[in-house]
């Protein structure tokens, strides 16, 4: 495992879903790339900051966020926040993205909306997961999806392993308890999207705790969850 990419609707998606387990791929020596889907203009809480500063702030919070877990290529682009559709040329950006990075690993929103935890499943999430695997098969392994793309210099490429964010079910845990001030750091670098940062922290232990119980290991560790799929 040398290179992975990663695929987020906002700002912030990735820290809150995976930055602890991003932060033990980087400490293994793995590349890792991020492609934000959209600038995150509907977010934030301040109405009195304009809707284009909110795009270079969240821009700029999400860089450092990505540093804080060791993730130095960070991609945007520069869809808007609230308006994300599944698309031809959606598809064929990350398809190219794809082929530019050639992960061995991707880990995208899950396509699948959850009932049961309905603020998992934003709309853009859901455009910016089918988009994504849409785009691992078939189109970025087809020579002949996107010809365009063969002649920039941009050969097909498949992608073995494929990670769903906030899936309705998971099939593997990371144990992130020793990389968690990591995942803390990058979540907090969202400063506009924090009403009470304070609050975030016990409210995530107790989380993801609860997700170490269920995978069994142990009371004392935290985890981050994934729906793991072969895609090769």
């Known amino acids: 495992m040398e290179r992975v990419l990663v695929v987020a609707a906002h700002p912030d998606d990735v820290d809150f879903g995976a930055a602890g387990t991003v932060a033990t791929w980087t400490k293994a020596g793995i590349d890792v790339s991020y492609c934000i889907v959209t600038d995150g203009q ?68 899950s396509p699948e909306r959850d009932w ?37 210099g941009l050969e097909p490429w498949s992608v073995p392993d494929t990670w769903l964010m906030a899936h309705r079910t998971d099939n593997h845990a990371v144990d992130i308890t020793d990389v968690f001030d990591q995942k803390m750091r ?21 989380w993801l705790a609860a997700r170490a119980q269920e995978h069994r290991l142990g009371d004392d560790r935290l985890a981050e969850t994934f729906f793991v799929l072969s895609t090769g």
Request: charged fraction near 30%.
């Open 116 to 152: 049961r935890h309905i603020a998992r499943s934003h709309p853009d999430h859901l455009a910016a997961g089918e988009a994504a695997i849409r785009a691992i098969y078939p189109a970025a392994r087809n020579p002949f999806s996107f010809p365009e793309l063969v002649e920039d």
């Open 186 to 206: 990058a979540l907090l670098s969202h400063e506009s999207q924090h009403t009470e940062p304070d609050e975030l922290e016990p409210r995530l232990r107790h």
């Open 42 to 109: 509907a977010g934030g809480f301040d109405r009195s900051v304009s809707r284009a500063e909110m795009v270079r702030i969240r821009r700029r919070e999400q860089r450092t966020a990505a540093v804080a877990v060791g993730a130095g290529d960070v991609r945007f682009l520069g869809y808007v926040d609230g308006e994300l559709e599944v698309s031809r040329e959606l598809v064929r950006e990350i398809s190219r993205m794809i082929r530019e990075v050639r992960p061995q690993r991707m880990l995208i929103p």
